[in-house]
């Protein structure tokens, strides 16, 4: 949401002013759930503690919610989203809150923005806040992530503290070969904020082992890690130490904005004996079909069922077009809806097809490449001839339009079965 909400700013301030640089204030709510008193249905409660030192038995009476309270983090998020919607109506800031943290963007020239803050949530309303966790700079850190605001977008990385304290963690479990069912739900809830929708989908693939062995059975002897288990904390490893693109991702400010830079559109089709696929693109908001692709499936992939076909046209597609491209923007259409699936969570329960949806977005990823996933109605697919190797098509306008056949390596069509097989 924050991402989002700095994008709209960023959009709406560039457009008055193009030279416009931005800033984030963020603060954290000191003893946040110790600040609101209990309902007076409560007060007759007592703790009873015993102090070790000396034996003495105390009572204490909870006048105020303390954090393990049943329903205190309900009752706080609803004070807390009161807070923030008196500083969006009162100051005009457009805060947002997570829990007890609070965040806005604003332009680097608004000087008084974090001290228009404080005052209105300190001085006039009372409420108390983190001296050391305030924070006002061209960078927002929040929860193992850094926001940053451009004039391109919303850049959003993992913050190299976390990628350490990720890499350390993992280590520590692979050196010690074993992975308790409660220890992989720890584990698979600090990963999980990197397979997000801000990082694409990459990530998910190697999340999903680590899912399945928190939910194991607790007789299993030792919790030894196993193959599937110990190939994906691998992975995370090498990813997190090494490959920093793969969690560093720019969310645009505009991405229909036309004549910002060339946008494209990719249909995809297979039969049980062709791939085929139309790039179009669209510059100042006018489409243009300009290329097809029209290739007989390798002899390698004759026993693969339709849809390994389907995710092989589409691997195909964007190796041919995509490869040697960087920070794009392309809506793929399929008329399948199990690759459909497949593409837009970046998982599958197809085993065959877990290596090639995760490399298929690590791939994305590493080329900064924004790919958004839709259905086309088969009939409406224009891909479907081109699938079928109808060598008389060539020549044949689209809807009007006549595109360039483009020719595939054999070799590029070759990887994309072997990563199914």
């Not at 997570?98 to 006039?124: N, R």
């Not at 299993?220 to 288990?229: C, I, N, V």
């Not at 086309?376 to 098509?393: E, Y």
């Amino acid at each position: 949401m924050y991402a989002e909400v700095c994008r709209r700013v960023a959009r709406e301030a560039l457009a008055r002013d193009p030279r416009a640089e931005f800033k984030s204030v963020g603060l954290d709510h000191k003893d946040a759930y110790r600040q609101l008193h209990a309902r007076n249905d409560r007060l007759c409660r007592c703790v009873v503690a015993e102090d070790p030192a000396t034996g003495r038995i105390g009572f204490f009476r909870m006048e105020r919610l303390s954090f393990g309270e049943a329903a205190a983090v309900v009752h706080y998020n609803a004070f807390a989203k009161v807070l923030a919607r008196v500083v969006r109506k009162g100051l005009k800031l457009p805060l947002c809150q997570y829990y007890d943290d609070f965040a806005s963007p604003c332009q680097a020239s608004d000087g008084t923005a974090l001290a228009d803050v404080l005052e209105l949530l300190q001085g006039i309303l009372h409420t108390s806040f983190n001296e050391d966790k305030t924070s006002e700079g061209h960078s927002f850190r929040h929860l193992g992530l850094v926001f940053t605001i451009t004039s391109r977008g919303v850049e959003v990385a993992i913050s190299a503290p976390r990628r350490r304290g990720l890499v350390q963690m993992l280590k520590g479990v692979m050196a010690r070969d074993s992975l308790s069912p409660g220890e992989a739900a720890s584990l698979a809830g600090k990963l999980g904020f990197a397979t997000s929708a801000l990082f694409g989908r990459v990530g998910r693939v190697p999340l999903q082992p680590i899912f399945r062995r928190s939910n194991a059975s607790t007789t299993f002897a030792g919790f030894k890690l196993g193959g599937d288990l110990e190939e994906a904390l691998g992975w995370w490893v090498r990813t997190l130490a090494e490959d920093e693109q793969c969690f560093r991702r720019t969310v645009p400010l505009n991405p229909i904005r036309p004549g910002e830079g060339t946008r494209y559109v990719l249909l995809t089709d297979a039969c049980l004996f062709g791939l085929g696929a139309v790039l179009a693109t669209i510059t100042e908001g006018v489409v243009v079909a300009v290329e097809y692709f029209s290739h007989p499936v390798p002899k390698e992939g004759a026993n693969l069922q339709i849809h390994h076909l389907e995710f092989v046209a589409v691997a195909v597609a964007f190796a041919l077009w995509f490869g040697d491209k960087d920070d794009y923007t392309v809506s793929v259409w399929v008329d399948n809806d199990i690759i459909l699936g497949s593409l837009v969570q970046g998982r599958t329960r197809a085993k065959e097809l877990r290596t090639a949806v995760h490399l298929f977005w690590e791939r994305l990823a590493r080329s900064r490449g924004n790919a958004w996933f839709d259905r086309v109605p088969g009939i409406d697919n224009i891909a479907d001839l081109p699938s079928r190797l109808l060598h008389a098509w060539a020549g044949v306008p689209i809807r009007g339009i006549l595109p360039r056949r483009r020719e595939v390596d054999q070799r590029v069509a070759d990887a994309a079965i072997a990563e199914v097989l």
